[in-house]
């Protein structure tokens, strides 16, 4: 029988197959496509930082595309246009006028550049759990090639094993067959936006019925609050589990569609008049920029109270520009300060995260300012001269002005001498009224909820926040007053701008560093008098000391402090007697770190994780030159724990780099010390972007730490990952990156979201 009769005889037998079967279901981008992307490509393709721009969660996303303009430059002269999903256009045509070109379309007879890109990865699997080949280049420092369909031929000679998804376990057969369909049928998008519930639609018309209510001392306050809740996932009291809000500014007001005013930062000129409304939070929440902030019958009734209630008035509404964003000292001096910050302290982890953690997933340009770990504490608003002591805040006003609204590249030295000068006379003023002020207390410190006490761990270019005291007893801790609080959130969140120029970006991170310096100063006032220089000699050493008198304002090292505490070690007292006076707002006792007896382990868990604890913290708070293990980990190590009845725990292991002081901008190598870098180990999630996983099963921990003990070089660590790590060619790589989610939206829902693995590290 001839060839050509025998394939002709198959076709048609298959042809036959396939008829009485019927045509395969249409592919749903809802139902079918959006879930893969959001398993296996969300992780490295949200928010900024995503790949090429290319943000696939959601389906704006995906038809947006990729660019070749990264948002990330440090060393642009101008700034460029922000291209905010959502915001800053709409629809394939409008963001192709952007720079952004298709990967779902096919071009001519060539496939769709995301079908070549699938294919070229499903060809050319990894290893099983090996480790990644050198040549693949990974971390934030990878150049991004974003080839456009017509360069990828000579993209994949000159990097064939770096198809997607890329350097990590792939899609399966049938992701990939399903999505390859997809893209040949054309990539059809289906996708409904995120509508609000009947309960959360009536909450909504509320809320904005608030802000948009008639007169100037209701207009002020809800520019006012706009401007501190611009960034926070909204939900609400008996809301949809996963829907979350935002405040927009709109044309249009309440009950017709919304008409984004889309400006560069939420305190630009809007150029009409304002409505405030909420907007649906679209496409797969991510963790790196859930942020995430509480509304409800109570928070209105509170928000009344502190704002609408008393005689206060407002003769003029103010205006916008430089000036307005530069000194909201000024622009709403007519709101009662102390309204102001009590509204900050009820909320004060998600202020703190704002700034810290951040919406921007590379947090770089702040975060080499601040240590790898602090606490925070906030000063009590009566104990705060700015809020009880009109005089002195009618002559700080002035001085808080901050840099960054103008970005002229040659003016960035004078205007950082002129916004230092302003600053240290402001720190010249405060330490002098408050040397007349009654001694700080017990009584001096805020301590309304538990958002009083805060932990911030920094893993190099990102921060997390969160509540309770974590981790042994910290280098440093800061104490937020109202002015102090106010200008970091307004100088990191609110008047940042990431698309912004490189003089912009250096006159914020160096105004971040007087911030810190401040907020170290006010702290000290807790300490004996006669000690607070030698604090300053610790935190500020070598070079760090040239900056003191270079840029920073004397301290008060001569007023005494109304504490009680042990003069050898008065900052370990401080926090003893802190934690005894304040520990029922401690909302995360941590007995691994700071084990004062014989059971290192919390009470009331499976006795198997007690016993995993109490061998952790065998690692938990040494100094690296006696831990030889901590100089081979990377900056964030999640640990996962099951039990042998299935009950599993997390443990975030965090590197704390240790520095001879964080005051420059450049050179922060040179300034690790890293014979004392230590190991923090607590339960839980502490980081959006873990750098590696190990999953040991509980019984092993012990021997889990007795090898983490005998590391002394990269070899023997190799041994460690060989045995517990979980590599990027895992099989089974995603479900261990994934439950970190599931295991979030178990203790945690409001806060689940998927993580980043931009900068999970090749082990």
Known sequence: MPYRFVVASALLLLSSLCMAQGPAPAI??????????????VACHACYDSACQLNLGSGEGAGRGASKIPVYDGERSKAQAPTRLFYDA???????????????DAQGSQAALMARMLELGH???????????????????RENMCPQPAEFDAYAGAHPKEGMPLAVTGLTDQQYQTLQRWLASGAPIDEQGLAPSARESLQVAQWENLLNAPGARESLVARWLYEHWFLAHIYFEGGEPGHFFQWVRSRTPSGQPIDLINTRRPNDDPGTQVYYRLWPVQGVIVHKTHITYPLSAAKMARVKTLFYSGDWQVTALPGYG????????????????KARYQFMLDNAEYFVRTFIRGPVCRGQIATDVIRDNFWALFQAPEHDLYITDPVYRGQATPLLAMPGQNDDVGSVLSLWLAYRDKRNEYEALRRDFYAHAPAPSWSSLWAGNDNALLSIFRHFDSASV???????????????????????????????????????????????????????????????????????????????????WLDYESIDDDKRSALKLDPQDPKKDFVNQLLTRYGELNAKPDPINRCNGAYCSRPNIDPALQDAEQALSRLASRPAAGLKVIEQLPEATLLRVQTASGKREFYSMLRNRAHSNVAFMLGESLRYQPGLDTLTIFPGILSSYP?????????????????????????????????????????????????????LQEVDPLEAGVMDMNRYENL
């Open 28 to 41: 749903s981008y809802t139902r079918d496509i959006q879930p893969i992307f959001t398993e296996k490509c």
């Open 90 to 104: 709409s629809g394939k045509a409008a963001w192709q006028r952007q720079g952004f070109y298709s990967v779902l």
């Open 123 to 141: 060809r050319t699997p990894l290893q099983p759990n090996a480790k990644l080949p050198g040549e693949i280049v990974l971390g934030l420092s």
């Open 322 to 337: 430089p000036a307005r964003r530069a000194n909201p000292f000024e622009t709403f001096e007519a709101i009662p300060a």
């Open 466 to 548: 969160t509540k309770g005291l974590i981790g042994e007893v910290p280098q440093t801790m800061w104490l937020f007053d109202y002015p102090l609080l106010e200008r970091t959130y307004y100088q990191l969140a609110v008047n940042f701008d990431v698309f912004g120029n490189v003089s912009h970006q250096a006159q914020t991170r160096l105004y971040f560093d007087l911030i810190r310096n401040g907020a170290e100063q006010n702290f000290l006032r807790l300490m004996p008098a006669g000690s607070r220089e030698d604090f300053l000699d610790d935190w500020y050493q070598n070079s760090g000391k040239f900056k003191m």
């Open 691 to 743: 750098n590696f996983i190990f999953n040991v099963p509980a019984d092993q921990v012990p021997a889990f730490v007795e090898a983490m003990q005998a590391v002394r070089d990269g070899a023997s660590f190799d041994r460690v990952v060989e045995r517990w790590g979980i590599r990027r060619s895992h099989p089974q790589f995603w479900q261990y990156f994934h439950d970190q989610t599931r295991y």
